[in-house]
């Protein structure tokens, strides 16, 4: 049976089909030297459902799948945690910055900082680079080479990898590549913290020194900006027009199948939808929390965001932690109306555990019909995927219209603008790297951008401006809406009020 996704019904994939697949594995162990995370087994605490489920879970929920040329799993997806790391690792960086952090700053130096995490492999990143990122969480990987060998981010970047052409639209004159676009972002946190140490200390709308080195006087929480920018950059690019292409022989859901990767447990089509999942995010028993759990807001104490399911008292980030995309699907699932329910991370995960069931099961080449089956469940993986991010930038802009209604009162404050503005803008950028499947119209695009624009509109501004800015957000939201077919219900009122 082949999967189709209707845009215009984003609830996808009863949960209940899972019990139709046959697992190939029980009893997943690690290899020596294997990156396929700490064992999970099939209990499931509790009985709960999964993200978005309405159905109890069963043990086929666990992307869980023993090698068929030896022993253990053959499940590996280290270096696409490696990057995620990477990515909360200069998040962590930059929260931490203070006008202490570089006591004489020259032309080059925040640059270099930033950079020491975007292109880690080539700017002094070490295998005992100690993780900081995660605070106190009690961690199975400690340093950096604990997950991969060395990597970075800059190495799969679209432009990079070859899988976008041109300028990205929506930043600067949209001529920029991605890593160009990438640097343009941390040259503007340098340009404010040189700024601060020559005592120009930007103020608010409130005229209020502002306290944060990557918060610009205009409203762009670069921090913010960067993370989302590059999470989407990296991860949703690589995973959906890398890894789950189909437009080149031999590579995507085109790879070989038959034959083991010398020295590796998979072959290359197993190894490829790994990385694919491995770059959505989610943990290997994702399908067992509740969209409540993912979002770390309700459910199972022991659940909240990650989960030791092997009860080692560690988290295994390579099996055991939900990231970015894959918390995102949940959040917006749980946030959506009780009469328009989506089910973004169902779906999602479906896709990824009834494609990789299928690879396994098949035991060599696929024939048409099992690769014909196969994109099916590629396409509810994207679609999915990519819905979900575009209602994550519905939720910011209805944010976003519940801040400019705070205007001129106590509940207003700018910091929070500031962060749900450029949480907008680093979702709706990243839409553009789904460079195969995508439902835009390019101009649409270019209008979604018009309409954000590069910075949010301050409540010192004209009111002409003000209310001018607000009608562009609801035609952005529109955009989006129109887009992805999405449910009047979880669109919100002019105010940003009753949608995700």
């Known amino acids: 049976m082949v999967l189709k996704v209707d845009m215009k019904a984003p609830k996808l994939l009863p949960f209940a089909l899972l ?234 859901i085109l790879s070989d199948n038959a034959t083991q990767v010398s020295g590796e447990p998979y072959t290359v089509l197993e190894h490829g939808w790994d990385e694919a999942f491995g770059y959505f995010g989610a943990a290997r028993d994702y399908a067992n929390y509740t969209d409540d759990e993912v979002a770390g807001a309700g459910g199972r104490a022991d659940w909240q965001i990650f989960h030791d399911t092997n009860g080692d008292t560690k988290i295994d980030l390579r099996s055991e932690y939900n990231f970015g995309h894959a918390t995102n699907a949940s959040k917006r699932d749980r946030g959506s109306h009780a009469a328009a329910r989506t089910d973004f991370s169902a779906g999602a995960i479906q896709g990824f555990l009834r494609g990789r069931a299928l690879i396994s099961g098949a035991g060599g080449a696929l024939t048409e019909a099992q690769l014909g089956e196969l994109r099916g469940y590629r396409d509810a993986a994207i679609d999915n995927w990519e819905n979900a991010l575009a209602a994550t930038a519905v939720h910011y802009i209805n944010e976003v219209l519940s801040d400019m209604a705070a205007f001129g009162s106590e509940a207003y404050k700018f910091e929070d603008h500031a962060k749900h503005w450029s949480e907008l803008k680093g979702f709706a950028l990243v839409l553009q790297f789904n460079t195969k499947q995508s439902p835009w119209n390019p101009d649409d695009f270019e209008e979604l951008h018009a309409h954000l624009g590069d910075a949010p509109v301050l409540p010192n501004a004209e009111s002409a401006q003000i209310t001018a800015y607000k009608e562009r957000l609801l035609a952005a939201r529109a955009l989006l809406q129109a887009t992805y077919g999405f449910e009047s219900a979880n669109m919100g009122d002019e105010h940003g009020v009753g949608g995700w």
């Open 19 to 252: 019990s139709l697949l046959a697992f190939a594995a029980c009893g997943e162990e690690t290899p020596a030297g294997s990156d396929a995370g700490t064992d999970i087994d099939g209990s499931l605490p509790n009985g709960d459902a999964g993200p978005g489920s309405d159905a109890g879970p069963s043990a086929t929920s666990l992307y869980r799948f023993e090698s068929r040329f030896q022993s253990g799993s053959s499940v590996s997806y280290g270096g696409q945690v490696a990057r995620h790391v990477l990515v909360e690792e200069l998040k962590s960086y930059l929260g931490g910055l203070t006008d202490q952090s570089f006591p004489n700053p020259a032309s080059g130096d925040v640059v270099a900082a930033l950079n020491f995490f975007y292109d880690f492999n080539n700017q002094g990143g070490t295998a005992d680079y100690e993780i900081i990122a995660f605070g106190s969480t009690a961690l199975n990987q400690t340093t950096i080479g604990e997950l991969a060998s060395l990597r970075g981010l800059k190495e799969k970047m679209p432009d990079t990898e070859g899988h976008f052409v041109g300028g990205v639209v929506g930043y600067g004159d949209g001529t920029l590549t991605p890593d160009a676009v990438a640097q343009a972002m941390f040259r503007a946190v340098e340009e404010l913290v040189i700024a601060r140490f020559e005592g120009n200390i930007p103020r608010g709308p409130n005229q209020v020194a502002i306290a944060k080195p990557y918060l610009s006087a205009r409203g762009v929480d670069y921090l913010e900006l960067i993370q989302k920018y590059l999470t989407g950059a990296v991860a949703f690019s690589q995973g959906v027009d890398d890894y789950l292409d189909d437009s080149t022989p031999g590579k995507g």
